[in-house]
Every structure is written in structure tokens, then in C-alpha cells.
Nanobody, 115 residues
Framework: QVQLVESGGGLVQPGGSLRLSCAAS????????MGWYRQAPGKQRELVAFITSGGSTYYPDSVKGRFTISRDNAKNTVYLQMNSLKPEDTAVYYC?????????WGQGTQVTVSA
């Protein structure tokens, strides 16, 4: 049974940092790319970071230079380091893996950036 469990969200002031974690189980973690997405109220879910099984990464312009995705295959965990946070980064953050049966999502973790 595939499970993704996010943690690390919270309330942070503008300019602050947070590190999110996503612990994966139920599949061979090292073989698959992982993504971090976010969804703000009233908006569509959007990709914020992606890492391949080989460690190549992708970021949209909105977070490039501020967010860093990484993975620890020994711990079956993917991370999202978020620096220089802005109020517009406020959202529920989800990790994702695409397997042959379909997409799998975690339950999400709330990130709120506010003074």
C-alpha cells in the first residue's frame, strides 16, 4: 500500500524558512521521480518542485532560487527546503509520486506565511 506522509509545515514570517519532509512507503522509492505541489484557497494545485530518480531537479520561475528539493533514498524521504518565503507561498503543500496504477498524494501540510 503506497503511503506518502508530509510534515514540517507551519506559520512563518515573510523572509523565513521551512523544511518540509515527505516519507514514502509501499513502493521502491529510489526508482521514481517525486514532486511537491501546492494549492492555495480558490486556486488550482500547482507544481513547485520535481526531482527525478537520478536527482535532476525542476522548479517553476515562481520559486526558483528560493526552494530546493532533495531526496534521501536510504530514508525513503523527499524534502523541500523553502527560503525567503513570501505571503503568496501560503498554501497546503503535497508530495506526489506517479506510479503505473496512477497518482498518489499525501494528506498535505499547511504552510502559512504571515507577519
Amino acid at each position: 500500500q503506497v503511503q506518502l506522509v508530509e510534515s514540517g509545515g507551519g506559520l512563518v514570517q515573510p523572509g523565513g524558512s521551512l523544511r518540509l519532509s515527505c516519507a514514502a512507503s509501499g513502493y521502491i522509492f529510489s526508482l521514481y521521480a517525486m514532486g511537491w505541489y501546492r494549492q492555495a484557497p480558490g486556486k488550482q494545485r500547482e507544481l513547485v518542485a520535481f526531482i527525478t530518480s537520478g536527482g535532476s531537479t525542476y522548479y517553476p520561475d515562481s520559486v526558483k532560487g528560493r526552494f530546493t528539493i532533495s531526496r534521501d533514498n536510504a530514508k525513503n524521504t523527499v524534502y523541500l527546503q523553502m527560503n525567503s518565503l513570501k505571503p503568496e507561498d501560503t498554501a497546503v503543500y503535497y508530495c506526489n509520486v506517479k506510479l503505473s496504477p496512477g497518482d498518489y498524494w499525501g494528506q498535505g501540510t499547511q504552510v502559512t506565511v504571515s507577519a
